[in-house]
Each structure stands twice: as structure tokens, then as C-alpha cells.
């Protein structure tokens, strides 16, 4: 024992003795620019949220949530959005009371059609590019809920199935969406990313598929409401990327704060992604 004792102090002398001195490193703190997140809502509408990242030393990362102040200072209250396709350009406009959130509900969702984006934030100069095709539509067939209430949290488990097309490599969003009240949008759901209706995202890609048609399940926690919305987009494998990495990353849109500077872009001049596609829902009432 005693034997074992001294090897032990001798190898903790060792390692301490023979360990080098701590080096101070600085990384270089990310380029501040416009962060750009969006969505295709089914009835023309297109929605583009502009914030500015920022680095580290401004935010803490610990922290449950951003002060007003720090969103204040992220959020893009002044600038200019625009979307171009088939030689048409929109000017999106911004949301009544919502500072960084533009909206169009009149942009066509043209299967098939590239999509060009173009911000500028007038406050600071910024401004940023990007495109997106937008894909063929995928349906989904079926959806239906149930919910099992003998445990101690109640569990609602949602069934859906689509067909997903053959002789080719496909990736799939699917959100569910809870209902906020009937003078929402859409008949009283508000299918935006940033609304506190959209409850979870998941994603998919047919790599592993074994059939053409595909049934999923995925169950939702503590669900307390007799009606949800499951919605599905056939997007780009860049577009699933970034999801995939934000949702490891703890969450898509839980902080304003916590910008995804080092996700997946197709952002010129910035972060975050653009994208289009034309969603696919069935409203769906919870047994």
C-alpha cells in the first residue's frame, strides 16, 4: 500500500513538473453582419427575419434569455427586403409592431422558380444576397394524433405519411404547429418559425427510406389541445443541413441571441440561410 502511495506522488510530481505553462490564445471573434432566417407560409405569404450578430463579449451565453435591450440592438428595425423571381420584384414590408420581421402576402410560390433575396439595414449599412430554387411540392397523405394520459406526463403521439419521390435524394422539414387562437392567421394558426405556436421541427432525409411511401410518428409532451397543425416541405440539402445543426445545437429559435454564425449559410455577406419551399398541412384534431 504504502508502495502504491509513493508511485502515486511521484507520477502526480512528474505530470505537474512536465506540464507545460498555460499559453493565452485570442480567437478572433466572428465578423458582425445581418443574420437572415425565413419562411414559406402556404397563401402567398413569405416571411424574412434580418438581425445582426454579435460577438461573445456581448451577450452572456449562461443566460435563460436576452435583456430587451440586447434584442433591441440585434433586430433590424429599418432597412429594406426585397425578393425577385421571374423578373419580378417584391418589396417586403415590416411587421406592425414586430421589429426585424418583414413580411409579403402576395409573393407566388412558383414550383420550380429561383428565388433571389436582397436586405440592407439602413442603421448600419449592411446588406447581404442570397438565392433559392424552390422545389416541387411534396403532400402529405395522412395525419392524426392521440393522446395517452396514463403516465405522469401526458404523451400525444402524431402519425403522418407521404410519398416521397423515387430516383432521387430528398430532405424533409416537418413542424408541428400548436393553435393560438381563431383570429390568428391561416384560421387561427400562425405557421411563422418565430410565433410561439410552432412547438418542434424535425427533419428528414430519405437516405434511409425503405419504401416510397413513408410513415412517420413523433410524439409531442404535455400537449393540452384538442387541435394541432402537422405541416411538411420537400427543402434543399442545405437547407437541412443548417436545420440539422441548429437543432443539435439545442434548439432553432430558442435566443435571438445565439445567431448560428458558425452553421451552415447560404448567406452572401452573412449568416443564417434563405430559403423557399411551399409547405404541405393538415389540420388535425387530437383524440
Known amino acids: 500500500m504504502k508502495k502504491t502511495l509513493i508511485i502515486s506522488i511521484l507520477s502526480l510530481l512528474v505530470f505537474t513538473n512536465c506540464r507545460p505553462d498555460p499559453i493565452d490564445i485570442e480567437l478572433p471573434q466572428a465578423e458582425k453582419r445581418l443574420v437572415i432566417s425565413s419562411q414559406v407560409i402556404p397563401g402567398s405569404i413569405m416571411v424574412v427575419t434580418v438581425s445582426r450578430s454579435m460577438d461573445t463579449k456581448g451577450f452572456n451565453i449562461d443566460a435563460e434569455s436576452p435583456s430587451q435591450d440586447l434584442i433591441n440592438q440585434l433586430l433590424v428595425d429599418s432597412g429594406l427586403v426585397t425578393i425577385s423571381y421571374n423578373g419580378i420584384t417584391d418589396t417586403l414590408f415590416s411587421a406592425p409592431g414586430v421589429p426585424g420581421v418583414f413580411l409579403s402576402v402576395s409573393t407566388p410560390q412558383f414550383l420550380n422558380t429561383t428565388y433571389s433575396l436582397y436586405a440592407k439595414d439602413y442603421n448600419t449599412g449592411m446588406e447581404v444576397t442570397s438565392s433559392e430554387f424552390m422545389l416541387p411540392q411534396v403532400a402529405l397523405n395522412n395525419a392524426s394524433a392521440s393522446t395517452d394520459t396514463a403516465g405522469i406526463i401526458s404523451t400525444t403521439t402524431v402519425n403522418y405519411d407521404f410519398n416521397d419521390p423515387q430516383n432521387e435524394d430528398n430532405w424533409y422539414m416537418v413542424n408541428f404547429y400548436a393553435q393560438r387562437d381563431s383570429n390568428s392567421m391561416n384560421g387561427g ?24 411511401t413513408f410513415s412517420g410518428s413523433h410524439k409531442l409532451s404535455d400537449w393540452n389541445q384538442d387541435t394541432l397543425v402537422v405541416s411538411i416541405s420537400n427543402i434543399s440539402k442545405g437547407y437541412y443541413e443548417y436545420l440539422n445543426a441548429r437543432l443539435r445545437s439545442g434548439g432553432l429559435f430558442t435566443s435571438i441571441s445565439r445567431e448560428p454564425v458558425n452553421h451552415p449559410t447560404n448567406i452572401m455577406g452573412g449568416y443564417g440561410f434563405f430559403t423557399t419551399h411551399k409547405p404541405s398541412l393538415i389540420i388535425v384534431p387530437v383524440n
Not at 189 to 212: A, G, Q, R
Open 189 to 212: 394558426f400562425d405557421l411563422t418559425e418565430n410565433s410561439n405556436v410552432l412547438e418542434e421541427t424535425i427533419v428528414l432525409s430519405d437516405k434511409n427510406f425503405t419504401s416510397p
